[in-house]
């Protein structure tokens, strides 16, 4: 896989993904609610794209951030 995101992309999909986390914990409250589970999937997906620097949708569209070749 590689890049295809650049830092600042990077930086904004990790904090989305802490939001996103505190969002879902918040929802669970002690019960499994839809949104909760919706929100912790998009926490994985966000926080996996932001640590590994490649979306697999940026692929599918042919959009390149990061400038390294």
């Known amino acids: 896989m590689k890049r295809n995101e650049n830092n600042t992309d990077r930086?904004?999909?990790?904090?989305?993904?802490?939001?996103?986390?505190?969002?879902?914990?918040?929802?669970?409250?002690?019960d499994k609610t839809?949104?909760?589970v919706v929100l912790a999937i998009v926490t994985v997906v966000l926080a996996g794209t932001a640590f590994s620097g490649f979306c697999p949708a940026y692929t599918l569209f042919g959009?390149?951030?990061?400038?390294?070749?």
């Open 11 to 30: 930086a904004i999909r990790g904090a989305a993904a802490v939001l996103a986390a505190i969002g879902a914990f918040a929802a669970f409250n002690g």
């Open 34 to 36: 839809v949104l909760g």
């Open 63 to 69: 959009i390149n951030t990061c400038k390294r070749k």
